[in-house]
């Protein structure tokens, strides 16, 4: 390519964004309005996207510097070999790269392209975003009077990515847990060619194009559900043992907040329900959410996912109310 | 249009949709304050690497395989999700930015949740620096009702609608966002007015002066209310929500 059809490609790049600017500083003045529902719906499904996007292009970021720079075989050099050993190493790769949830669907795509088996990627998606420091603090913030909420988070968060990671294991043919598109990509990027820099922007190019259709539509269904289902439903069940930890899980599918900051959503809500619903709700939260499916499934098979839903959904549970027969 | 298109418009538009928000002093209508810095840098940084990207040449994948039932089904979903992408994107670049409004107070319950913070505490200390928040977890959580009657406030929120009496009492209401407006939880302190609807609507922000008192309400089940003296309409504030 030239130095003039460089300039020519930067240049149609730099006239869209201008372009995009122009538009959305035209339009407002248009004096637009919606009906309250349909407003409401659109503010929540930007909000989600807003919220998120910094983290889905950091996460993209982390998988092209893990794909493209690290060198060859880093993983397998300092990760142990013995495979339930080594998914509890991976399990806290969130200590180090503090993505949340929504950044790590991409990273696990590079992790995989690089070498990570798939119920390896599938550990570190389940773990990272409660085993890291953000999490971790932010949970110590919110409920350090109530030291059993955050031992439960943590322990149930890496119980359940490893038991979820060890069940797949198992699988006689793992890749078969992917989506044909997705393993068509792992094989584009494998005879890819060119500098560095050229393979990073390619790479960058893709996973947008995979990721960016999932978080718009998994904001919709979000911001939509939000509108419909009515709160006051859920927190009628509070007070139930039972069904306070049925509740709690229901709403934290729905309202898909970050699981950075989770625990103070969470906390407005620890006078209403019982403490074992509100560790099903951080447990659950940050694995499977309705944004979370829709970002997971550019990568896995629909059948997977829901194997993966019912599996850590039973769990929380499980959890949340042995939490509530023991405090 | 080939696919690399779609990711590289769609991060284009949440990204230009981002910077405009922050520029334009909307973006806390989406996201707490404390991510600003964070999502702007992202968002301009997105811009920067998308352009980039622009010189290089993205190897196509090839063709979906699978018989003729299979690709009619890909079909189908193809469409679907292109138009979700085309709504998502049109949503970010075209629709003016707007707060949420009382029909998410109402599907939500107004003080559903318990807001920890100032308020929370017995309202018998200084309470001239009281707002929506601190009154509404002040009266939820004080066992000394009477010890707030008689206190005077002055609060601005948008009006929703008390269920129980939507004829004589409304909320005075605010938005609490711990993250982003998808987590806003509605804080309100309760008005008794007998025909409000007849001086103010539905969602229109006022600022309310008057003193707490026993709700005369039958119907309603908030026990204390704000008797107004005074209720002025007000412009939207610049910052519609409450941390």
């Known amino acids: 390519m030239t130095g003039r059809q460089l300039l020519v490609r930067i240049g149609i790049g730099a006239g869209i964004v201008g372009a995009l600017f122009a538009v959305r500083a035209f339009i407002p003045g248009l004096g637009l309005t919606l009906p309250n529902r349909m407003q409401d719906f659109v503010t929540l499904s930007i909000s989600v996207i807003v919220e998120s996007l910094p983290f889905v292009l950091l996460g993209i970021v982390l998988a092209v510097i893990v794909q493209v720079w690290l060198p060859a075989g880093f993983f397998d050099r300092i990760l142990p070999k013995n495979p339930a050993a080594r998914r509890a190493c991976i399990s806290l790769i969130g200590m180090l790269l503090p993505v949340c949830e929504c950044g790590n669907v991409p990273l696990a795509r590079g992790l995989i392209i690089r070498g990570f088996t798939v119920p390896e990627s599938l550990t570190f998606l389940l773990a990272a975003p409660i085993l890291n420091p953000i999490t971790i603090i932010t949970t110590q913030q919110a409920f350090g009077g109530d030291p059993i909420i955050l031992v439960a988070r943590l322990v149930g968060g890496f119980v359940i990515a490893n038991t979820i990671g060890w069940l797949y294991s198992r699988h006689p043919a793992p890749d078969a847990l992917l989506t044909p598109g997705f393993a068509r990509e792992c094989e584009v990027a494998h005879h890819e060619s060119g500098s560095r820099m050229v393979r990073s922007l390619a790479m960058f190019v893709r996973e947008t194009t995979g990721i960016m259709p999932a978080l718009i539509i998994g904001s919709l269904v979000a911001g939509g559900i939000q509108t419909i289902v009515p709160r006051d439903v859920l927190v009628a069940l509070g007070s139930n043992p039972v069904w306070s930890v049925l509740a709690l899980m229901a709403l934290a599918f729905v309202v898909s907040v970050c699981s950075n900051v989770d625990a103070f959503f969470i906390l407005s809500f620890g006078g209403i329900f019982s403490t074992g619903a509100i560790v099903s709700f951080l447990t659950f939260g940050p694995m499977i959410d309705v944004k979370m499916l829709a970002l997971m499934r550019t990568t896995f098979t629909t059948k997977t996912l829901v194997q993966v839903s019912v599996l850590v959904g039973l769990m929380s549970a499980a959890l949340g109310l042995a939490v509530n027969v023991l405090v | ?243």
């Open chain 2, 1 to 243: 249009m080939k696919q690399r298109w779609i990711g590289v418009i769609l991060t284009l538009a949440a990204c230009v949709a981002t910077v405009w928000f922050w520029a334009n002093g909307d973006l806390g209508l989406y996201v707490h304050p404390r991510y600003f810095v964070f999502t702007v840098i992202a968002a301009v940084v997105g811009i920067v690497v998308v352009v980039a990207s622009f010189v290089v040449r993205v190897p196509s994948e090839d063709a979906a395989s699978g018989g003729a039932a299979r690709r009619a089904w890909r079909r189908v979903v193809s469409v679907g999700v292109v138009v979700a992408c085309v709504f998502g994107a049109g949503a970010l670049v075209l629709l003016p930015p707007a707060t949420l409004t009382s029909a998410t107070a109402d599907q939500r319950s107004v003080n559903s949740g318990t807001v920890v913070g100032s308020g929370a505490a017995q309202a018998t200390g200084d309470t001239a620096d009281y707002g929506v928040k601190e009154w509404a977890t002040a009266l939820r959580q004080s066992t000394d009702l009477q010890g707030i009657a008689g206190s005077s406030a002055t609060l601005t929120g948008f009006v929703s609608a008390d269920p129980d009496d939507p004829e004589n009492v409304f909320f005075v209401t605010r938005f609490f966002v711990t993250c982003c407006a998808a987590d806003a939880q509605p804080v309100g302190v309760p008005v008794y007015q007998p025909d409000w609807k007849s001086s103010v609507k539905l969602d229109e922000w006022v600022e309310v002066s008057g003193a707490f008192d026993l709700n005369p309400s039958v119907k309603s089940r908030q026990p204390m209310v704000l008797v107004p003296q005074q209720v002025t309409a007000v412009d939207e504030p610049s910052d519609p929500y409450v941390y």
